[in-house]
């Protein structure tokens, strides 16, 4: 039982170049979402998606894109990466309900030069 | 919109006691914390849903009043393995998503 999984770990891009950031789980959660860490700011919610086929847009969804074919996987892409975007990225998965607490995954370390 | 946590951070020794507090403008159906230490993703702690509950997990627990849109989390004799950064999550939303919003953060330092 792998739990949530986030590749890569590590990423650096330039300024324009686009990117994928994959995230998967093996609990059959129905709730998924991408959050973003920078110092000071806590955890801030980019998108996140209820069920296969439903996604919606949280705190900070400008720049990125996301979709949900499958139960199990919910990537987050980059259009064109700015500096801004450096960052620590999490995916997180729950049961869909406010009495299932959320399941993290290692985060990836993204900067862009 | 994002809760408000304080303080932001603490220093304390081991043994000592410390109160995080987290706080909405808006009504919160259920508070999430979680800790995370540095370069690790954050773990579950406890979940505390509307009706004023006060849960417990060792020497820590926490509180949550719906009407004052707040909650607050209690360390007691801390031990060193407390340091880290502690978030609250709020479910603000009736629909029961799941969906959270977390605050900015509170660093606890514990030492010798």
């Known amino acids: 039982n792998a739990g949530v999984t986030q590749t890569p770990k590590f990423q650096v891009l330039k300024t324009g170049q686009s990117m994928t950031l994959q995230c998967a789980q093996d609990?059959?959660?129905?709730?998924m979402s991408w959050y973003r860490q920078d110092p000071g700011m806590g955890l801030r919610l980019i998108h996140y998606?209820?069920?296969?086929?439903?996604?919606d847009q949280g705190e900070v969804p400008n720049g990125y894109n996301v979709s949900r074919s499958t139960t199990e996987d919910f990537p987050l892409r980059l259009l064109s990466a700015a500096p801004s975007q450096t960052s620590v990225y999490f995916c997180?998965?729950?049961?869909?309900?406010?009495?299932?607490?959320?399941?993290f995954g290692n985060g990836t370390r993204l900067t862009v030069t | 919109q994002q809760p408000v946590q304080s303080p932001q951070a603490v220093i304390l020794r081991e043994g000592e006691d410390a109160v995080i507090n987290c706080s909405s403008s808006?009504?919160?159906?259920?508070v999430h914390w979680y800790r995370q230490k540095h370069g690790e993703a954050p773990i579950f702690l406890m979940i505390?849903?509307?009706?004023?509950e006060q849960k417990g997990h060792d020497k820590i627990s926490a509180s949550f009043n719906e009407k004052k849109q707040q909650s607050s989390l209690y360390l007691t004799a801390s031990q060193l393995s407390y340091s880290g950064t502690y978030f609250c999550?709020?479910?603000?939303?009736?629909?029961?998503?799941?969906?959270?919003?977390f605050g900015q953060g509170t660093t606890l330092q514990v030492k010798p």
């Open positions: 997180a998965s729950g049961q869909g309900r406010n009495n299932s607490p959320l399941h």
């Open positions: 609990m059959n959660h129905e709730y």
């Open positions: 998606s209820v069920g296969a086929g439903i996604t």
């Open positions: 808006k009504a919160l159906y259920s």
């Open positions: 505390l849903l509307k009706g004023g």
């Open positions: 999550g709020t479910d603000q939303s009736s629909s029961n998503t799941g969906k959270l919003i």
